[in-house]
């Protein structure tokens, strides 16, 4: 698919609503930022409670991280 293109109508729904609420202003777009992040950080939570595989954990955490060193700096 294009980018932006999503086969999943509430994915393509949410992703919609957030460019166009992030296209109203540079603060708009930081909002929308901080949103994906904390979207992100939940899911991948969610995600690596209960798994078993040390690797997929890492992998997992290592996400984690990443997310939430983006919040930090979308929050900022």
């Known amino acids: ?16 609503d957030l460019l166009a609420q992030g296209s109203e202003s ?3 777009a930081l909002a929308v ?7 992100d950080i939940a899911d991948l ?3 690596v409670e209960g798994l ?14 990443g997310s939430e060193n983006h919040l930090q700096a979308f929050s900022r």
Request: proline share 5%; charged share 20%; hydrophobic share 50%.
């Open 52 to 65: 078993q595989a040390p690797r997929a954990v890492a992998v997992y955490r290592n996400l984690l991280a």
């Open 1 to 16: 698919m294009a980018a932006g293109g999503f086969t999943l109508p509430e994915v393509q729904a949410m992703y919609d």
């Open 33 to 39: 930022g901080v949103t994906v992040e904390e979207v």
């Open 26 to 28: 540079v603060e708009a």
């Open 45 to 47: 939570q969610e995600a």
